[in-house]
């Protein structure tokens, strides 16, 4: 059967630092993988968004970037966080066609 | 641009009652619209629908598309106080992407 995970769980982290966060599936290949962000109280914004390799598609302009090093990783970065960057990250896979499932979550608190 | 819309915003019932959630939705090319449950963590799975009219069911939980007129509902039956949460509509059209309403917060009392 299939797993998403992702890590870690939660993070605090400075303002100006970097971020990594990593997604990874098992079970599966060629997924289409997904990076959300839910602020405290709002709903699911989608900021990245992949159907293969090295394939990134950005939603919205922001200090993020992610990549796809591997067909079942997806990493979420930041060279400098800011205070808004705050939030609960979903990584998400989604077989073509298929349902979409979500991953454990990171809850980020930039101070 | 894609858009679903979700009502109401939030909603208090008691314990026992029926209710009925409504998700709208314009989305470019639109494939399915899937229902999902968000408690305090990551938001699971509910039902995945595709064809218009065809109810989907699970326990208490059941769901139901309409395509000429672009919505759906989830309507849960004997509510008890672990369906409280907020649920969350999604769409999908175009390039694999979902779009997702802000989604309904329940709350279910005794």
């Known amino acids: 059967s299939q797993t998403i995970h992702q890590w870690p769980a939660t993070l605090v982290q400075p303002v100006g630092s970097p971020l990594s966060l990593e997604c990874t599936v098992e079970g599966t290949s060629n997924p289409n993988l997904y990076w959300y962000r839910q602020a405290a109280g709002r709903g699911l914004q989608l900021l990245f968004y992949?159907?293969?390799?090295?394939?990134i598609s950005s939603e919205v302009p922001q200090n993020l970037s992610a990549s796809r090093p591997q067909d079942r990783q997806f990493i979420l970065s930041s060279k400098k966080l800011l205070l808004s960057d705050s939030g609960f990250y979903l990584c998400?896979?989604?077989?073509?066609?298929?349902?979409?499932?979500f991953g454990p979550g990171t809850r980020l608190t930039v101070l | 641009e894609d858009k679903v819309v979700q009502s109401p915003l939030s909603l208090v019932v008691h314990e026992g009652d029926t209710v009925t959630l409504n998700c709208s939705y314009e989305v470019t090319n639109f494939r399915s619209l899937l229902w999902y449950k968000q408690e305090k963590k990551a938001p699971t799975f509910l039902f995945m629908l595709t064809s218009s009219g065809i109810e989907k069911k699970s326990g208490r939980l059941s769901s139901i598309l309409d395509k000429k007129e672009l919505f759906s509902i989830l309507n849960i039956t004997a509510t008890q106080t672990g369906d409280s949460a907020v649920y969350l509509c999604?769409?999908?059209?175009?390039?694999?992407?979902?779009?997702f309403g802000t989604g309904t917060r329940l709350q279910v009392t005794l």
């Open positions: 999604a769409a999908t059209g175009t390039a694999s992407k979902l779009t």
């Open positions: 998400a896979w989604r077989p073509p066609g298929g349902t979409q499932y």
């Open positions: 992949s159907v293969g390799i090295g394939q």
